[in-house]
């Protein structure tokens, strides 16, 4: 049976925002909380969260999730490095497919995590969400992208290779679209609640 990892990346400086994202209530749990539980409620062999500037705060607020939390020391040259931290750690899992999730996505669910590893038949396909005109994360990894994924640098993610003309299949998410890395976003959220 094919083994699927799911990180959640949750390393960053939130710099837009001004302060940690991944610690933004929303339905009285932090972010990261949130999504990590989505991950861990998958159908995904082995869960991670990548932490970075915040590490302490986050691993305080993941509690006791049956999860691993990678530390990525580099998480100042931008997501690409998270990237790279969660690719490593698959390859040691001998996965045959990394499932890729940011910490800023309010209406991440397992559901939507589970239907990309179904459309991935067990890893062998490259899946990504859908939205805003373009596949985005989530997104899954087949193996025989990890070596792709490992030369990713900077602040970019996986948009280029998601979007670049190789095959990925793709999964409708409109709900993708709303992430929290504004003051704006923020706000809204609140708003949601309230």
């Known amino acids: 049976m094919s083994r699927i990892a799911c990180a959640i990346l949750a390393a960053g400086a939130s710099r837009r925002l001004g302060h940690p994202k991944q610690l933004l209530l929303h339905r009285g749990r932090p972010l990261v909380l949130a999504a990590a539980e989505c991950a861990c409620q998958s159908r995904a062999a082995a869960c991670a969260v990548v932490v970075g500037v ?3 705060a986050v691993r305080a607020a ?3 999730l049956a ?3 990678l530390d990525n020391p580099d998480w100042s040259e931008g997501v690409a490095s998270s990237i790279r931290t969660a690719t490593a750690w698959a390859m040691r899992q001998h996965c045959q497919g990394l499932l890729i999730g940011l910490c800023d996505q309010p209406k991440l669910s397992a ?3 589970d239907r990309l590893i179904a459309e991935s038949d ?3 396909l490259t899946v990504a969400s859908y939205y805003a005109e373009k596949n985005a994360v989530p997104a899954l990894f087949s193996e025989s992208w990890f070596g792709d994924l490992l030369q990713l640098h900077g602040d970019s993610g996986a948009g280029a290779l998601l979007n670049g003309g190789l095959r990925v299949s793709n999964v409708p998410w409109p709900d993708g679209q709303f992430d929290v890395d504004t003051s704006e976003a923020a706000r809204r959220l ?3 609640l309230g």
């Open 54 to 56: 915040h590490a302490e």
């Open 62 to 64: 993941l509690g006791d």
């Open 67 to 69: 999860l691993e939390v």
């Open 111 to 113: 559901v939507h995590l």
């Open 122 to 124: 067990g890893g062998r």
């Open 190 to 192: 609140q708003d949601k």
